[in-house]
C-alpha cells in the first residue's frame, strides 16, 4: 500500500466543513478587487506594446475591471469571467510581456591565461 492510498477517497462535505470556519465567502472577491489597480495598469502596459496588444483584447480586459460584481462569484458565468478570462489573461499577457524584454548582457568571460 502506497502513501497516498486513498488520498482521493474523500468526503467533500467533511472537507468543507474543516475548511469553512477558516475561509470567508467574500475571500475572492475580495482578493481580486484588491488587485484592480495595478490589474488597469497592467492592461495599459499591454496597450502600450505592439506585439502584446496585437494577441490580447484589451477592451475586453477594462469592460471586464469596470463593473465590479457585488455577488454572484460562485456562479459559473462570473466564475469563467473574472477567475479564468480576467486572471488567466492578465497572467499570459504578463509573461508576454516579461519574455519581450531583452536579455541582460553576458557576464564578460574570464580572461585565458597565458594569452
Known amino acids: 500500500m502506497t502513501a497516498l492510498a486513498g488520498f482521493w477517497d474523500f468526503d467533500g462535505a467533511a472537507i468543507q466543513a474543516a475548511v469553512a470556519p477558516r475561509c470567508s465567502p467574500r475571500r475572492p472577491r475580495l482578493a481580486l478587487a484588491l488587485d484592480r489597480d495595478r490589474d488597469r495598469v497592467l492592461v495599459d502596459r499591454i496597450a502600450a506594446d505592439a506585439l502584446a496588444a496585437s494577441v490580447i483584447d484589451t477592451e475586453?480586459?477594462?469592460?471586464?475591471?469596470?463593473?465590479?460584481?457585488?455577488?454572484?462569484?460562485g456562479q459559473p458565468l462570473t466564475i469563467a469571467r473574472y477567475r479564468n478570462l480576467l486572471l488567466q489573461t492578465l497572467s499570459a499577457a504578463a509573461f508576454l510581456l516579461f519574455a519581450l524584454r531583452p536579455l541582460p548582457p553576458p557576464p564578460p568571460l574570464p580572461l585565458e591565461r597565458g594569452a
Open 60 to 73: 475586453v480586459l477594462r469592460r471586464l475591471l469596470r463593473p465590479w460584481p457585488r455577488s454572484r462569484w
